[in-house]
Structure formats: structure tokens, C-alpha cells
């Protein structure tokens, strides 16, 4: 990949002071900051430290309370994204802003397209498409739909749209949540050609490993205010952690000895849409927690939605606590004992303009209704101040807007609506992805809680380091099929990968 270098004058972007208010929340206050063109600066910090609001404000999506934002010195203030992009400020959203029904070329330039005579200059657009799509390493056709494209091309269709209007400054938002490896690496590698060209890159991200690939210097936010700065001979894990949450988390992965019960779930030839020439079979006992890894791809999410009746699936059996379950139907995994967090919380597992409180008695609708269908809001309440305090989670009220509270705080939520109905087992779907390192803590001691209890906990994750840390046993699937099962001193990385990747152990 080769970005041409050109001459220009490095620009150099400021926060002074800036604070930004909630209903109930007060997300930043006096915050500093500063970019400058050919460096890259990650922004660190819990859920709920301030990070997203910041970077929304210096992209013009919303506007500080207080404080100044100034631009080659001078002050500036932007009443919305275009205004932020005209300076060249331009944020690439975990959520890609892109539309899935235009094509490349209609993407990139959508808004702004090149016009002859009052017309749209097709040609001059897929010719102006070429170049931008150059610029960032991708060799796709500017007509192909944006919908054939993977996560991690249509990433840098984004990206291209972004240095097509000369931008200066690029904000990335946990950039890699949803990339596989390759993905990430070819990102990577565009962030350092971006940076020799002059660009200023404000990088965040929970992944700390990528912070210490990436940052020349880490700023670090807490609770809304700077925690601290360090330049790169500085960077390294426990530095990090220790000014974002300010509490020792050396123990992030503390295992304690439950007793291993009776099977409380029995999954025999169950085949998935997504792979229907593969049969899977296996259990999870009462107190155990069982992990499945796999490549992006492998079949793990499909698995999980199978069980509990989201997809259909095309046959086997599935006994909860030894009673059979009728596939296809959520309600019959509800009632009998299975409860469900998925990987997407904001779209599968939350109704974000909601409150935490009605968000909480979402499962148990059924259950706290009386007779009439009238809501008990009392059971339901009772049920929200319960998960707020064995969970923890942050919020100034249970009638606070769900849409209001961080990521982490998001998906305690999710995790606590079902925990109100005291499921035999959970299925969880990636249980801390977008979430930091403090709130990742805590649900693991809640997934320690529920096996301490006797419940079983199955669970999908992509990050090895969690499945190694906290699981009992270990299913590894590939193009999917369940490969091979690992259990005690064999959880290894080596042990994994290669099953994962269609090898034997």
C-alpha cells in the first residue's frame, strides 16, 4: 500500500477545559487534550470515562457545556459533522456510517457528489472513487454494492470517503470490535502510512495490546477528567490500567473450585442454518463454565442462537436440566431455564430509549404480570434495585434512559434481565465485547458467581486470553463443526488454535 506524501502544513488540534452534562451524568469535566499531524494519540479509559463524548464533540455531533476547541491555535466551534469535516476532522464510528443499498462510489462521495451540467457525473465519480480506494489499499470495483464488501473493507471504505475530503485528522472508535485478524493487521498498517503522510490519528480502543503496537503518546481518562499522560518509552499494560481505573485488576482471571454438578444442559446432533452438514453434540454441568472458541466464521454465534430458538434450526435435541426443549421458540427456552445475552447489545439486547428498569423486566414480563395483564411495577423495580447492586451497575436511577449509561454498564443490564428469572444456564455471546478492562472484571466474578451457584455458563468469546482464563472446559469449533474439546491444563492457546484452525491435537 503506498500513500503519497506531500508537503503541508501540520495541523495541530487543542481541547482546553471542555465539559459536557447528561440528564443525571456528568461526562466530562475539564478535560485536555491535544493532536498534532503525523502522530497517533490513543484514548484510553472505563466505560463511562468520557471518551466518546469527547470525541463526539471534536467531530461536531454534539457541543460542549464548557471549554475550547482551538485549531491551529485559534478558537473553533462546530455546529455539526460537516462544519468538524471542513477543518478536516473527520470520526470513523464503531458503527460505520455507511449505506448498505449504494454501491462503492456512491458511498464515498454521498453528500458531496461530482456534478456536470446539474447532472451527476458518473464517470468523473467512479474515475475520483479509483483514486481514493487506492489511497487506502483497496482493490475492489467503485460499482460493486458496499453489501458484497466484509466489515474490514468497508472499514476502509469509510476511511477513504474520510482522506477524500483531506482530512487532517482522523478519530477511530474501537476500530477493530468487529475485524478479524487480517483485517485488523492490514488496518494497522494504514494507520502508520496515514501517520507518515501527516495525518493526526486519535485511536480508541479497550485492546491494550494494540495501544502499545500503535500510540506515540496515551492519554488517559477517568470518570470524566484527565487521569494522566504517557509518552511512548512509558506505555506499557500496568501503567495503563493503573491510571485508567486506579484499583489492581493484576487478578483479572481469579478461578475458584466449584462443584461440578448433574448435566444441566444436553445439545445432541443439533444442526444450525449456517451449517447444515454439521451435527453438534455436547453438555454443561451445573457449576461449570464452558467456553467456545473458534475463528470468526466457525459457526459459535450460530450455535448459541440455535439453542435458545432465535434461528431455526434443522434438527437434534436440546434437554435443559433433563427435560426436552421445543426448538425454534425463545419463550420455551425462557421457560425452561435458559436465558440468552447476545453479541449486539444495542440491537438484540436492549431497547435503548427505554429505562434500566424496564430494560431489567424485559424477560420477566410474564412473570411479574397480574392478572389482566396489568405490569406489577413493583416486582419490577424490586427486581432492577437488586441488579443494580449485585452487579454494580452505574446509573443515577433505575429511570435513567439505557441509551444514557456506558458500554460496560450496557451490558450488566442485559445480563441482569435475565438474571431476575434465575436461569439454569446462560448463554453468552461475546459477554464483553466493546467493554474495558475494570467492567470486564466484574462480569467475570458474576459469570464465578452463577457457577458458584450451581447454574451452568456457556460462552462465546474471541479473545483467547478470556477463554483461557475463566474457562472449565474449552469447545473449539471450525467451519462448523465442534473439532475438539480442551479441559484443564490443556487450554491452551497452541491447544486451541490448532483445532481452531482444522488441526489435531
Not at 459 to 465: A, H, P, R
Amino acid at each position: 500500500m503506498v500513500i503519497e506524501t506531500k508537503a503541508t502544513h501540520v495541523r495541530r488540534l487543542s481541547v482546553r477545559q471542555l465539559s459536557k452534562s447528561f440528564p443525571g451524568v456528568r461526562a466530562l469535566s475539564g478535560v485536555d487534550l491535544d493532536v498534532q499531524g503525523g502522530e497517533v494519540v490513543a484514548v484510553i479509559g472505563e466505560n463511562g470515562a468520557g471518551k466518546s463524548t469527547l470525541m463526539k464533540i471534536l467531530a461536531g455531533v454534539q457541543s460542549p457545556d464548557q471549554g475550547q476547541i482551538l485549531w491551529d491555535g485559534h478558537p473553533v466551534s462546530f455546529a455539526n459533522t460537516r462544519q468538524a469535516m471542513e477543518q478536516g476532522i473527520v470520526l470513523i464510528h464503531q458503527e460505520l456510517n455507511l449505506c448498505d443499498n449504494l454501491n462503492v462510489a456512491e458511498n464515498l462521495f454521498l453528500g458531496n457528489y461530482p456534478s456536470r451540467g446539474g447532472l451527476i457525473d458518473f464517470w468523473g465519480m467512479y474515475r475520483l472513487a479509483r483514486k481514493s480506494l487506492e489511497k487506502v489499499g483497496l482493490n475492489v470495483s467503485p460499482r460493486l454494492p458496499l453489501s458484497r464488501l466484509s466489515l474490514g473493507q468497508q472499514q476502509m471504505v469509510e476511511i477513504a470517503k474520510a482522506l477524500s475530503i483531506d482530512a487532517k485528522i482522523l478519530i477511530f472508535d474501537e476500530p477493530t470490535s468487529s475485524l478479524s485478524n487480517p483485517e485488523a493487521e492490514a488496518l494497522f498498517r494504514l494507520i502508520q502510512d496515514l501517520k507518515a503522510r501527516g495525518v493526526g490519528i486519535v485511536y480508541i480502543s479497550h485492546r491494550l495490546s494494540e495501544v502499545m503496537k500503535l500510540a506515540d503518546r496515551v492519554v488517559v481518562l477517568r470518570d470524566g477528567q484527565n487521569a494522566g499522560e504517557l509518552p511512548r518509552s512509558e506505555v506499557s499494560h500496568e501503567r495503563m490500567v493503573k491510571l485508567m481505573i486506579g484499583r489492581d485488576v493484576s487478578k483479572l482471571y481469579v478461578r475458584q473450585k466449584n462443584a461440578i454438578g448433574d448435566e444441566v444442559l444436553r445439545v445432541d446432533n443439533l444442526r444450525t442454518m449456517a451449517w447444515p452438514q454439521h451435527a453438534s453434540s455436547f453438555h454443561v454441568r451445573r457449576g461449570e463454565l464452558v467456553g467456545i472458541a473458534g475463528l470468526v466464521g466457525a459457526g459459535r454465534s450460530e450455535l448459541l442462537r440455535s439453542i435458545f430458538g432465535i434461528d431455526r434450526s434443522l434438527g437434534g435435541t436440546v434437554r435443559v436440566g433433563g427435560q426436552s426443549l421445543s426448538l425454534g421458540s425463545p419463550q420455551a427456552a425462557m421457560n425452561a431455564g435458559l436465558g440468552f445475552v447476545p453479541e449486539d447489545r444495542k440491537k438484540e439486547g436492549l431497547v435503548l430509549e427505554s429505562s434500566v428498569a424496564r430494560n431489567v423486566g424485559l424477560a420477566g414480563l410474564a412473570r411479574n404480570a397480574f392478572w389482566g395483564g396489568w405490569l406489577n411495577g413493583r416486582q419490577e423495580l424490586a427486581d432492577t434495585r437488586q441488579a443494580m447492586t449485585d452487579m454494580r451497575i452505574k446509573t443515577p436511577s433505575p429511570w435513567q434512559l439505557v441509551k444514557f449509561l456506558s458500554g460496560g454498564n450496557q451490558q450488566k443490564v442485559v445480563m441482569g434481565k435475565w438474571l431476575a428469572l434465575s436461569p439454569k444456564v446462560l448463554l453468552m455471546d461475546e459477554p464483553t465485547r466493546g467493554v474495558d478492562i475494570g467492567a470486564k472484571q466484574e462480569i467475570y466474578q458474576l459469570m464465578e458467581n452463577l457457577a458458584a451457584q450451581g447454574r451452568g455458563v456457556l460462552f462465546v468469546s474471541s479473545e483467547l486470553e478470556e477463554i483461557i482464563g475463566i474457562a472449565d472446559r474449552v469447545l473449539v469449533m471450525h467451519e462448523g463443526r465442534l473439532a475438539g474439546e480442551v479441559s484443564g491444563d490443556q487450554i491452551t492457546e497452541h491447544a486451541i488454535m490448532q483445532l481452531a484452525t482444522g488441526g489435531s491435537l
